[in-house]
Nanobody, 118 residues
């Protein structure tokens, strides 16, 4: 039905930037609520940022406000997460996710590793 593939992760120094991409296949972006989650070592998965399917509402975790920006390109069927002013505590596996209903996110990518050094 829908497939999500993340890319753009890697190693960055504190204060640096990375841009994550989420390629969506099998459906248009507007069909789903879309979001980014992350899981740090020894931590539970947490919400980072997201769009509602209409695209008129965005939400950010307090820990990334002012540093991360979520965006989407309908022509490329791709969602992005621009990550600036990176901190070591941003180190985690980042996941792209989508939901077709009103409950929990039900489609997930494989994850991409982001590592931030001091």
């Amino acid at each position: 039905q829908v497939q999500l593939v993340e890319s753009g992760g890697g190693l960055a120094q504190a204060g640096g930037s990375l841009r994550l991409s989420c390629a969506v296949s099998g459906g248009a972006l507007r069909w789903y609520d879309l979001g980014w989650f992350r899981r740090a070592p020894g931590k539970e998965r947490e919400f980072v940022a997201g769009f509602n399917r209409r695209g008129d509402s965005t939400t950010y975790a307090d820990s990334v406000k002012g540093r991360f920006t979520i965006s989407r390109d309908h022509a490329k069927n791709t969602m992005y997460l621009q990550m600036n002013s990176l901190k070591p505590e941003d180190t985690a596996v980042y996941y792209c996710a989508a939901r077709s209903g009103l409950n929990e996110y039900n489609y997930w990518g494989q994850g991409t590793q982001v590592t931030v050094s001091s």
